[in-house]
């Protein structure tokens, strides 16, 4: 069972990592690009994924790969959301580099999708709900944006955060 639970913070509270930062605004294609993401975390659901959904969108703002958890669909610990998107904008692009790009996904990505982001020259990531227990991009830890990292990512988190959250608690809590 995928670990990252969706936990948003409660009301007011900022994760440590990013107290006293300020995060740039979402933009109307964040918005509409989080929707995209949304049908693929839903999606996720048919078979028995935790509904995790990401899309990574090119230098002229085309969708060029789509993700949703597959752990348990294809027996695959790096079967998340995020690194299926990237590996398939990857595949659309020709280039391991996705520079130019932007990842949107429902969920803070973990240290694993994290060190893919940094590794794949994603300038910027939008984000949906935070994951305080497993997230790396300003919850629990802050890789993205660690200043020893030799990429930084923009951070634009909460869109359509309660929308994410509430997809992930709903698939959880039968299972708590």
């Known amino acids: 069972m995928d670990e990252r639970n969706g936990a948003v913070p409660p009301s007011g ?23 995209l ?22 230098p002229d703002g ?14 695959d610990p790096t079967g998340h959301a995020e690194v299926v998107a990237m590996r398939e904008a990857a595949a659309t692009l020709g280039r391991w580099r996705l520079d130019g790009c932007t990842l949107v996904v429902t969920l803070e990505p973990c240290l694993m999708c994290a060190g893919a982001v940094l590794q794949a020259r994603v300038p910027r990531l939008v984000l949906g709900a935070w994951d305080e227990k497993a997230g790396a991009c ?14 930084r990512v923009e951070v634009v988190p909460g869109v359509r955060a309660e929308e994410s959250a509430t997809l992930l608690r709903d698939f959880f809590h039968p299972h708590r």
Not at 16 to 34: I, K
Not at 37 to 58: H, I, K, N, Q, Y
Not at 138 to 151: C, N, P, T
């Open 13 to 35: 509270d900022v994760p440590r990592a990013v107290v006293g930062s300020t995060s740039p605004a979402a933009t109307p294609a964040d918005e509409a690009a989080m929707d």
């Open 62 to 75: 085309a969708v060029v790969g789509r993700g949703r958890n597959v752990r348990e669909a294809v027996a």
């Open 138 to 151: 300003g919850s629990q830890w802050d890789v993205v944006r660690d200043r020893r990292a030799l990429h």
């Open 37 to 58: 993401a949304l049908v693929e975390a839903r999606a996720a659901l048919d078979s028995g994924d935790v509904p995790v959904g990401a899309v990574v969108l090119g």
